[in-house]
C-alpha cells in the first residue's frame, strides 16, 4: 500500500487477443522466446537489459527479472543470473554469467556449470552481386567466385554450426540439428561425451549425452595386443571374452564383447573412426535398474593429432 493507503495498480503489459509482429532475427547467442503473455515470439532480454511480464530474461542463459529495485511497484525489473556454479576450462575457473573469449574464433558464456559458445563473425557485403548464367546451370541460379563464397558465408552465420557444417534433416516439421560429440571425458575406463541436439519431441535444444569406452584401464590388457608385422599401429582389439560393465558402483545386465582402439608403437594415438549407438541397463544393489546410452565403436583410425580429453577447442 501507498501512503495513501491505496494500493498501486500495476500497468498492464499483456493485451488479448494477440496481435504480434512479425517474427525478429535475434543476434547469435540470444534466444527466441515466447513473450510473458504467451503470445508473441520476441527476443530474450539479456543480462541488465530492463525486463516485466511480457519482456522476459533469456531462460537458457539461467537469467530472472529482479524486481526488487523498482519497490513498491515491482513493475519493471532487471535481468540478472541466478546463484549458480561457476564453470572450469584448460585449469582457468569463470564466474556463473561471465563472458569469456578462449579462441579469437568463439565467445563462451558460463552458465550453471556448462559452456555455450558461438561464432565470432564481422558480417561483410559481397562487393558486388554474383554473376548471373545460363547453360548447364539453372537460369537465374547465382555463379560466385571463391572470394564471393567467402563474403556471402560471412552474412550467412546464422545458419552455420557452432563448431562445423553439419547435414540438415527435416523429420515431422522439424530441422533436425546437431553439433558433433565432445571427445570422450576419459582415454581409460568408461566415460561421457555429449552434443546439443534438437532432435526430440518440441524440436528443441538440448543436451545429449552418451556413456563411451575407448580402452580399458588395465595396462596388462594393452601389453597383449599384437601388432601385424611390418605394421607401427593395431587400430582395434577385443578382450578374450564378453564382460559386464561397471558404472557408478552399478554394474550391467548384460555381457559385453566391445571393440576397443588400439595402441601404436610410434607417438600416434588412436581415437574412434565409426560407431554407432546402443542401450544398456545397468543394475544397482538394492536400488533398481537405469539405462544410458553408449557409444559402441566399429573402427578407430590412427593419427598424430592427440589432444586431451574435453578439448572442444582441438579441432581449430
Given at each position: 500500500?501507498?501512503?495513501?493507503?491505496?494500493?498501486?495498480?500495476?500497468?498492464?503489459?499483456?493485451?488479448?487477443?494477440?496481435?504480434?509482429?512479425?517474427?525478429?532475427?535475434?543476434?547469435?547467442?540470444?534466444?527466441?522466446?515466447?513473450?510473458?503473455?504467451?503470445?508473441?515470439?520476441?527476443?530474450?532480454?539479456?543480462?541488465?537489459?530492463?525486463?516485466?511480464?511480457?519482456?522476459?530474461?533469456?531462460?537458457?542463459?539461467?537469467l530472472y527479472c529482479d524486481y526488487s529495485a523498482d519497490e513498491p511497484r515491482y513493475e519493471t525489473g532487471v535481468c540478472a543470473y541466478l546463484i549458480a556454479v561457476g564453470c572450469e576450462l584448460n585449469g582457468v575457473y569463470y564466474l556463473n554469467g561471465q563472458t569469456f573469449q578462449p579462441n579469437p574464433l568463439y565467445k563462451c558464456l558460463c552458465i550453471s556449470g556448462a559452456i555455450g559458445c558461438t561464432p565470432v563473425f564481422i558480417p561483410r557485403l559481397a562487393a558486388r552481386p554474383c554473376g548471373r548464367v545460363t547453360g548447364r546451370k539453372k537460369p537465374g541460379q547465382p555463379i560466385c567466385g571463391p572470394g564471393q563464397h567467402k563474403q556471402l558465408q560471412a552474412t550467412n552465420y546464422r545458419l552455420m554450426s557452432a563448431y562445423r557444417s553439419l547435414p540438415l534433416v527435416l523429420k515431422k516439421k522439424c530441422l533436425v540439428q546437431a553439433t558433433p560429440w565432445t571427445p570422450c571425458s576419459r582415454t581409460c575406463g568408461i566415460g561421457i561425451s555429449s552434443r546439443v541436439t534438437n532432435e526430440n519431441s518440441k524440436c528443441e535444444m538440448k543436451k545429449e549425452k552418451r556413456l563411451c569406452f575407448i580402452q580399458p584401464c588395465l595396462s596388462t590388457a594393452l601389453k597383449t595386443i599384437k601388432i601385424p608385422k611390418g605394421k607401427t599401429c593395431q587400430p582395434t582389439f577385443q578382450l578374450p571374452t564378453a564382460e559386464k560393465l561397471v558404472f557408478s558402483g552399478c554394474s550391467t545386465t548384460q555381457s559385453y564383447k566391445l571393440t576397443f582402439c588400439g595402441v601404436c608403437l610410434d607417438k600416434r594415438c588412436c581415437i574412434p573412426n565409426k560407431s554407432k549407438m546402443i542401450t544398456v541397463q545397468f543394475e544397482c544393489p538394492n536400488e533398481g535398474f537405469f539405462r544410458w546410452k553408449m557409444m559402441w565403436i566399429t573402427s578407430c583410425v590412427c593419427q598424430r593429432i592427440c589432444s586431451a580429453p574435453g578439448d572442444i577447442f582441438s579441432e581449430l
Open positions: 500500500p501507498s501512503e495513501t493507503g491505496e494500493a498501486h495498480q500495476r500497468k498492464e503489459v499483456c493485451h488479448w487477443p494477440c496481435r504480434c509482429p512479425p517474427v525478429p532475427t535475434c543476434t547469435p547467442g540470444v534466444s527466441l522466446v515466447k513473450d510473458g503473455c504467451g503470445c508473441c515470439k520476441i527476443c530474450a532480454k539479456q543480462s541488465g537489459e530492463n525486463c516485466n511480464e511480457a519482456d522476459v530474461c533469456d531462460p537458457h542463459k539461467g
